[in-house]
């Protein structure tokens, strides 16, 4: 019975979730790996997410657990940086779309707050769950939503969308 | 930009990555694995904890708890041990010592509060400092099953509370003595020793 309805959620869910880690800023195969583990987690004790007042929600936390665990493990070495110190090749998308702007804007947002926006626009989760899921304050949701938002409205990259419908 | 576009964008930043199916026997694998892990390490330092344990908790040295070598001819499985006496679980008892997954001991407070829990008329509540869990049980002799599901509030701690929730799922058996009562996992372990409030 736990096996079927985990079978059944994981199978509904399994695309969202892996977006959703990337979204929260992981490769697409650092994506699936952090899910695969989340998953795992969730599975170990399924009869316990299965009587949460929200199942996503809950998910969602382990997610969230399992990806911060695995950043902090994690060295790469690398430095995020906004600008190449030179280019080494034409720039053959001078023409970037929306989402590319997007993807831009969402890697200069700090940990926390991109991870607010995931969650409240992409997983579409309550501002309550949210407070849930990251074990703050309500408040503390509602401000770094704010942030995130005056950020991303003042992001260069997104520019051409200010005033978009 | 109204949230609605912000959603918008987010998708389409989304639908880049493709997704594979979901890998559900690596998933189901991993779980395995994981249970094993959790079972050697408990099983090798427990040892370690129960020392921990004995020294911090006194109740846990009680000689009644403490390992007897086989008598020759006989073995320490369950299967061929003597029955055990029954036991009572009823009424609220405190958590006097939680021993993690890992075999190492967890604390028993959170938040200045005492884990407890309570059991009364085949129904289970906890409390570890942070929220609530409730369910069914049925005990048989000194077996210990949940029944149904622990559903449990998902209030968020930060730093999180003791995993008191999480061993629970691993507790098969009562065992009770002049120390207090212990909750141990289908290898005998003791996963939670509990003690009425009054005895503290």
Redesign the interface.
Known sequence: MDEDDF?TY??AQ??RL???A??LGCS?VE??DVV??A??RC???W??V?????RD??VH?VLINTFTSARRRRWTGERPTADLSEAVAPDETSHVD??DA??RA?DRLGRDQRTA??LR??A?LTEEQM??????ARGTVKSRLGRA?AA??EDPA?GD??G?? | MTDHHLTDLLERVAERTDVGPAPLAAIRQGVRRRRRRNGVLGGAGLTAAVVAATIAVPVLSNPGREATPPRPGTTQTPVVSPPAPEVRLDGTYIVIALVRSNGRPAPTTYEHTRLHMSFRDGTVRAFDGCNELSGRYVLQGTHLHWKGYLGSTLVGCIPGPPPFFDRLDDVTSVAHDQGGTYLEDANGKVVVALARPDRR
Not at chain 1, 50 to 54: I, N, Q, T, Y
């Open positions: 079978t994981v199978a399994w695309p892996v977006r959703s990337v979204l697409p994506a699936e695969q583990s998953l795992e599975l170990l004790h009869r316990r299965r009587a949460a007042s929200d929600a809950y936390r929306d989402a997007m993807e969402l926006v995931v626009y992409y579409h407070a849930t899921v990251l074990g703050v938002l991303l409205a997104l969308l200010r978009a419908p």
